[in-house]
């Protein structure tokens, strides 16, 4: 199935490509590429505006996922019974977030990638509770984004 990949700003320039075939790699590699996935690049404001909505945290932010399934077990795909159910979500990146929280020797498009896998997760029913959670989980010591979230 696709992966839709939008950029909705103009705050951070922005190659899709690179992106693109990295979120490929990993759809692969976690089984999930007969599923559809939408990623959106959004800015500040657009990331601050959807937190504070649905999530009531008026500061922008470096993710943020809304599944397709409700409900999904962590480790398990969803089991769809029709084709128009093959979908993950939505993943909205707040790609001027993240640029601003990249240190020097930091690249762009790795932290994207992580950031958007660490979305993917998200969809896939894996949680965390904490800022401290996320840091101590998902991230190689190497990489230091924060989610204001």
Known sequence: MSLV???????????RVPL???MEIVRSTLGVQKFDL?????????????NRV???????????SFPFHENIKA?????????DDYNLGDIFLGVEYIF??????????????????HGLCHLLGFTHSTE?????AARPPAFHVHSAG
Request: proline share 6%; aromatic share 8%.
């Open 5 to 15: 990949l939008r950029n909705l700003q103009r705050a951070v320039p922005i190659r």
């Open 20 to 22: 693109r075939k990295r």
């Open 38 to 50: 939408g990623i959106i690049c959004v800015d500040n404001k657009s990331i601050q505006h959807i």
């Open 54 to 64: 649905y999530r009531e945290k008026n500061i922008p932010t470096d993710v943020l």
């Open 75 to 83: 480790g398990e795909l969803p089991q769809p019974d029709f084709q």
């Open 100 to 117: 601003q929280q990249c240190k020097g020797d930091e690249d762009y498009y790795d932290i994207l990638t992580v950031t958007a896998t």
């Open 132 to 136: 401290a959670e996320w840091q101590k």
